[in-house]
């Protein structure tokens, strides 16, 4: 060897190292979900610890999510040991209105919980986060874990509650959303697409899935973090402060943050932003 050149030590823990794992297939239906899992490719996964899991959900206004768009920001739990996986749903615009969303959301849920083992994933601690449109499907899955009435036939014996909800820039009120967003362009296709054909029952849809009308007291719920910008033009950042409300009133662990200035996405993610909810989601799942 050369003296002059310095030595480093190896990692023989392999600790940071992840694997992306794509197109795993979590339900009948077709949808699929990415993983980030922190071990080596090459790793005995049988000796693997099992780990905590952030269930994130890409806004995408219903539609179809893009499964790449936060993988940079999601790979650094992975490289920190906790496992992450980025949910696909059914698109209201290929005919699925609500809760078609939902219900995949909670089945991919169950199918992580049945291979848990398989991807070394500790099933007790599964933390939902998403932004937008995603962010009110978390949201969702805070306040309805287990209601029989929203599982569908995959997975049955297992449980599709979560652990904490982190939710972005989140629509809470769809009344009030899409009476605010009433004049976007092709509004009314847009509604029949989410809330079905017949115009009568829209009302009856949108609060059955706004998340500030699924807040009960005397409910248990599990910790919430909101963060919002107060320059959003697509959702008002009085959405979160309606749900922020109605989780104090009944008892529950919330916490908010008001994003100065921010809009939809984009200019929303300062490095502040992401201090906040990566302390939030290590407090939550017992990470240190």
């Given at each position: 060897?050369?003296?002059?050149?310095?030595?480093?030590?190896?990692?023989?823990?392999?600790?940071?190292?992840?694997?992306?794992?794509?197109?795993?297939?979590?339900?009948?239906?077709?949808?699929?979900?990415?993983?980030?899992?922190?071990?080596?490719?090459?790793?005995?996964?049988?000796?693997?610890?099992?780990?905590?899991?952030?269930?994130?959900?890409?806004?995408?206004?219903?539609?179809?999510?893009?499964?790449?768009?936060?993988?940079?920001?999601?790979?650094?739990?992975?490289?920190?040991?906790?496992?992450?996986?980025?949910?696909?749903?059914?698109?209201?615009?290929?005919?699925?209105?609500?809760?078609?969303?939902?219900?995949?959301?909670?089945?991919?849920?169950?199918?992580?919980?049945?291979?848990?083992?398989?991807?070394?994933?500790?099933?007790?601690?599964?933390?939902?986060?998403?932004?937008?449109?995603?962010?009110?499907?978390?949201?969702?899955?805070?306040?309805?874990?287990?209601?029989?009435?929203?599982k569908t036939g995959e997975y049955t014996d297992q449980s599709d509650s979560v652990c904490g909800v982190v939710?972005?820039f989140a629509p809470t009120d769809l009344k009030a959303l899409f009476t605010y967003l009433k004049d976007a362009?092709?509004?009314?296709?847009?509604?029949?697409?989410?809330?079905?054909?017949d115009r009568n029952q829209w009302d009856s849809v949108m609060h059955a899935w706004s998340p500030v009308d699924?807040?009960?007291?005397?409910?248990?719920?599990?910790?919430?973090?909101?963060?919002?910008?107060?320059?959003?033009?697509?959702?008002?950042?009085?959405?979160?402060?309606?749900?922020?409300?109605?989780?104090?009133?009944?008892?529950?662990?919330?916490?908010?943050?008001?994003?100065?200035?921010?809009?939809?996405?984009?200019?929303?993610?300062?490095?502040?932003?992401?201090?906040?909810?990566?302390?939030?989601?290590?407090?939550?799942?017992?990470?240190?």
């Open positions: 060897m050369i003296p002059e050149i310095p030595h480093l030590p190896m990692n023989p823990s392999l600790t940071g190292q992840a694997e992306l794992i794509q197109h795993v297939q979590y339900s009948k239906n077709g949808q699929e979900l990415t993983l980030i899992l922190p071990w080596a490719p090459h790793d005995d996964r049988s000796q693997v610890k099992r780990v905590p899991l952030i269930l994130f959900v890409q806004g995408s206004s219903w539609t179809t999510p893009n499964l790449n768009y936060e993988v940079p920001m999601l790979s650094r739990y992975a490289e920190e040991g906790i496992a992450v996986a980025t949910v696909s749903h059914r698109s209201a615009a290929d005919g699925h209105p609500f809760p078609a969303f939902l219900l995949d959301v909670k089945c991919a849920i169950r199918f992580l919980r049945a291979n848990a083992a398989a991807y070394a994933i500790d099933p007790t601690r599964i933390l939902a986060f998403g932004t937008s449109s995603g962010g009110n499907t978390v949201c969702l899955l805070g306040l309805t874990g287990d209601d029989p009435l929203l939710a972005c362009p092709d509004m009314d296709n847009v509604m029949a697409a989410y809330f079905g054909q699924r807040v009960r007291a005397g409910q248990t719920y599990p910790p919430f973090l909101l963060l919002h910008g107060t320059g959003d033009p697509v959702v008002p950042c009085q959405q979160m402060d309606e749900l922020y409300l109605k989780l104090r009133e009944a008892d529950a662990n919330v916490q908010a943050y008001y994003v100065d200035g921010a809009e939809h996405e984009g200019n929303f993610w300062s490095p502040d932003v992401r201090d906040v909810i990566h302390r939030r989601i290590h407090e939550i799942l017992g990470v240190s």
